[in-house]
């Protein structure tokens, strides 16, 4: 049983708990700072709408901590050892899963959109992804606003169910986005080593950024479901929104240095409209040519004779783009 709901019960595994959250949210949030400042000052030219989620993330995030450390203040200082406030419901531990929600519904969002743009607009697979967002954040409010209306944590407990359907569909919606997303970079293989080590290279950077925000959503299912009488759950789901977070400004701070390791094969694209190539005026499909070299073969007389080219892996693909446009060879949107 939990001390919020008996007299005389330890709280290490209810305040306990709560306290050791608030711990490591105020370290993962240290880590979000310094991510946010490294990200304002190396991508002054993003768009003005990213780097506005970003800000509102970053705001969020302060706000959460706010709201948690508020919470463990009353209940272990401003109320130390008052069991019968150790019962009631404190209005910032009901606030902060507002925020919470919020930063996981833009991360998720966000990477909604990596998914459409990968899977060539696969409207089927992102409406399915964004349907379970919009329930989640449903869930979500409705919980905020039935818990404001509660004294007692004894009563909250009659809303378990609904706890546990918000802590289930993060933990689907983070799951079926990172595996949507490691299918269609696998699914992207071209069959040549450098192409295909660079697609293995992103498949490891979706999966390392996603896993602990995955890991800990499971975490805090299993607690809630195994143990709903106490607080061993809020350890975890206080620490989610900050992996959200840190996700998401890993995956916009990471983009120089993947950029880079594709600079290091050498490429050439060559995009040639083929009005250009033709006396008539009529607006024709262009064709994109890419051409991939790597300088790794030895030079062998014999091949020199025959003027034949020294390159080890050669890659060309032809694509048409939109009627009318002349557009480059579009490369994937990582």
């Known amino acids: 049983m939990s ?3 008996q007299d005389g019960v330890p709280l290490d595994n209810t305040f306990g708990a709560m306290m050791i959250g608030v711990i490591v949210s105020a370290v993962l949030h240290g880590v979000c ?9 190396r991508y002054k030219k993003d768009h003005f709408l990213m780097r506005t989620l970003v800000g509102v993330l970053v705001v969020f995030e302060a706000t959460h901590l706010s709201f948690i450390s508020h919470t463990v203040y009353h209940y272990q200082i401003t109320h130390f050892n008052d069991q019968a406030e150790l019962k009631r419901i404190i209005w910032s531990v009901v606030m902060e899963a507002l925020f919470t929600g919020l930063n996981g519904a833009f991360v998720q969002t966000f990477y909604t959109y990596r998914v459409w743009k990968l899977s060539e607009r696969n409207w089927f697979l992102t409406g399915l992804i964004l349907l379970l967002i919009v329930c989640n954040a449903g869930c979500g409010t409705a919980w905020v606003i039935i818990s404001m209306q509660l004294d007692t944590y004894e009563r909250l407990l009659k809303i378990t169910p609904l706890t546990i359907t918000i802590n289930a569909l993060s933990t689907t919606i983070d799951i079926l986005i990172a595996s949507s997303l490691v299918y269609l970079l696998h699914s992207a293989r071209t069959g040549f080593k450098r192409s295909d080590t660079m697609i293995n290279k992103l498949i490891v950077f979706v999966v390392n950024t996603g896993v602990l925000t995955t890991l800990c959503a499971i975490a805090s299912l299993i607690c809630l479901v195994a143990s ?3 607080l061993i759950y809020a350890s975890f789901y206080f620490c989610i929104g900050r992996f959200y977070v840190n996700s998401f400004l890993a995956t916009l701070n990471a983009r120089t240095s993947i950029t880079d390791k594709i600079d290091n094969v050498d490429h050439m694209l060559v995009s ?3 009005s250009a190539l033709s006396s008539t005026h009529k607006s024709q499909p262009n064709i994109s040519i890419r051409i991939d070299t790597t300088h790794e073969a030895r030079h062998d007389s014999n091949l020199r004779k025959q003027n034949t080219p020294t390159t080890a892996d050669k890659e060309i693909s032809i694509s048409e783009s939109g009627k009318g446009s002349d557009d480059e060879l579009t490369k994937v949107p990582y």
């Open 33 to 41: 700072l310094l991510q946010a400042f490294y990200y304002f000052q």
């Open 228 to 230: 709903s009488r106490t």
């Open 272 to 274: 040639l409209p083929r």
């Open 3 to 5: 001390a919020t709901l």
